[in-house]
Nanobody, 118 residues
Framework: QVQLVESGGGLVQGGGSLRLSCAASGIASGSIGRLYNAWYRQAPGKQREWIASIFSGGTTGYANSVKGRFTISRDGAKNTVYLQMSSLKPEDTAVYYC?????????WGQGTQVTVSS
């Protein structure tokens, strides 16, 4: 059973930066790079939205709302996926979730709160 634990959220001023981490367990060491990983976020009163993905070959994709400001990456040795967020805006305030796919199933973390003050 894959388990994901996000960390790194917090309160930051507009224009600032944060790096979120998503540590995966229940998978073979170093195997995170062979999986599809993604970050989503959910703001109060809104639906959960996709913001970034990284595929098994390393190709990345971003929602227009974060393109050029956020970067998804991963460390195979640590089985960890990261989301580097820069130039943060108040509208980036949300709970951020990571997801991975393995064996046709989706696995989600519990989320980490990011709050950006104006």
């Amino acid at each position: 059973q894959v388990q994901l634990v996000e960390s790194g959220g917090g309160l930051v001023q507009g224009g600032g930066s944060l790096r979120l981490s998503c540590a995966a367990s229940g998978i073979a060491s170093g195997s995170i790079g062979r999986l599809y990983n993604a970050w989503y976020r959910q703001a109060p009163g809104k639906q959960r939205e996709w913001i970034a993905s990284i595929f098994s070959g390393g190709t990345t994709g971003y929602a227009n709302s974060v393109k050029g400001r956020f970067t998804i990456s991963r460390d195979g040795a640590k089985n960890t996926v990261y989301l580097q967020m820069s130039s943060l805006k108040p509208e980036d305030t949300a709970v951020y979730y990571c997801k991975c796919q393995q064996g046709g199933a989706d696995y989600w973390g519990q989320g980490t709160q990011v709050t950006v003050s104006s």
